[in-house]
């Protein structure tokens, strides 16, 4: 059986989506279009129908998606505010609707334990952690990426190690 496993680092001004079977990416990450909505709400919507098109299109086994709650997405997004924190949960929502309808199930992955998972400190930077998957699997380093598609790649690939170990620690408790 052959699982494929997508990344998502989500956002309504930015974000990524990469798939990965068993350890090699399938395609190139991707990075969100710029959303030019004239609104944040219209923005938020392209946001969400953009992901909720990468997933019906590859319809994965799984979907990793970055847990916002562990992290200041207001921050992270380029602002300070809860509003940004609240405007990224609408895209979340979206998401998880997607993956609802498609009978999808969703792994949360917090930044810590992608870090975990890839072997660097919990305060790396997102750049250090690159560069680490680039030594894990260094075909990734030729990939045209940019920071939002080597965030979706990290956390595919990271989702892609606790989905497998989830299924070897199964396997081995149900003969």
């Not at 990469?18 to 004239?38: D, H, I, N």
């Amino acid at each position: 059986m052959t699982i494929h496993v997508a990344g998502i680092d989500p956002g309504y001004a930015s974000g990524g989506y990469c798939v990965w079977e068993v350890g090699a990416p399938v395609g190139m990450p991707l990075s969100m279009p710029a959303t030019t909505g004239a609104t944040i709400p219209d923005r938020v919507d392209q946001a969400a129908a953009w992901f909720a098109e990468m997933i019906h299109a590859a319809k994965p086994s799984v979907v990793a998606l970055e847990d916002q709650h562990g992290v200041g997405v207001g921050k992270a997004q380029g602002g300070n505010s809860g509003a940004n924190t609240a405007w990224v949960r609408e895209v979340v929502g979206g998401i998880r609707c997607e993956c609802f309808l498609l009978q999808i199930p969703i792994q949360l992955i917090s930044p810590t334990s992608w870090r975990a998972r890839i072997g660097v400190p919990r305060n790396a930077t997102k750049k250090q952690a690159w560069k680490r998957l680039c030594e894990l699997r260094p075909a990734m380093a030729k990939m045209r990426t940019n920071e939002h598609s080597r965030d979706a790649a990290v956390i595919a690939f990271a989702g892609s190690i606790a989905v497998h170990l989830w299924l070897y620690e199964w396997k081995a408790k149900h003969p």
